[in-house]
């Protein structure tokens, strides 16, 4: 599903963000991204979703070529990726059901489909009731949610995550990662970024640690991958 090969990522007229990455993500897995504030989590899962671009090195997701997806391809090859922030990111004046219904929208799905897809997801992270509320009457909690709601609505074969329990407290961050949980056992590739390293290690899923921009080997600093 997704494979890196001596990937290397630089801003302009900065220091590598990214060192020579080798990396392997199989279909249907899920993964723990962790490591400090800065060691390059969040850059990862913008090269896979081509937020932003590589500098060096080969990636491959879904067996493409991510050199070769350029322009009007892009979005196309967006459709099969869902992606969750930790600021949710959601539009405060659209109500509960619009903000998960926007990818189906831009898409150019039938309102039929739309409503369908989008009380479906909604009901899936407990939120169907509160489709005609706005953001801002919902908990911190329930906004983050709505955004995977947002993310898998268009039933993608990859969901990224990126700090997705940075601002809950510990109950709702086990609740979060375990709807999480849930996608993967339906077959969706899951890949988890957070710094939280005591929550995640007790999910039982395979971790991987970055430090400073470089993948650590096995084991190190006490962070030891759990068996996939």
């Known amino acids: 599903m997704i494979r890196f090969t001596d990937v290397y990522m630089r801003y302009p007229a900065g220091s590598d963000v990214l060192k020579q990455i080798n990396l392997h993500v199989e279909q249907g897995a899920m993964v723990y991204v962790t490591g400090r504030s800065g060691a390059g989590k969040t850059t990862l899962l913008r090269l896979i979703a081509l937020v932003e671009r590589h500098t060096r090195g080969q990636i491959v997701v879904n067996g493409q070529n991510l050199r070769r997806v350029t322009g009007r391809r892009i979005p196309l090859f967006r459709r099969n990726i869902g992606v969750t922030f930790q600021d949710h990111r959601l539009l405060n004046e659209r109500t509960v059901f619009d903000n998960v219904a926007l990818p ?96 995640i290690k007790k999910m039982n899923k395979k971790i991987i640690t970055l430090h400073a921009g470089s993948l650590l080997p096995h084991g190190r600093c006490g962070e030891r991958s759990a068996p996939p």
């Open 104 to 199: 189906l929208a831009v898409a150019g799905y039938r309102y039929q489909d739309i409503k369908k897809r989008t009380s479906a997801a909604l009901d899936k992270v407990g939120l169907l009731s509160k489709e005609k509320a706005f953001p801002i009457a919902l908990s911190g909690g329930e906004q983050q949610r709505v955004g995977i709601a947002r993310a898998v609505v268009h039933r993608p074969a990859l969901l990224l995550a990126d700090e997705p329990t940075g601002n809950l407290d510990p109950a709702l961050s086990l609740e979060t990662m375990k709807l999480f949980e849930q996608f993967h056992q339906v077959g969706v590739t899951v890949l988890i970024a957070s710094h939280d390293f005591d929550m």
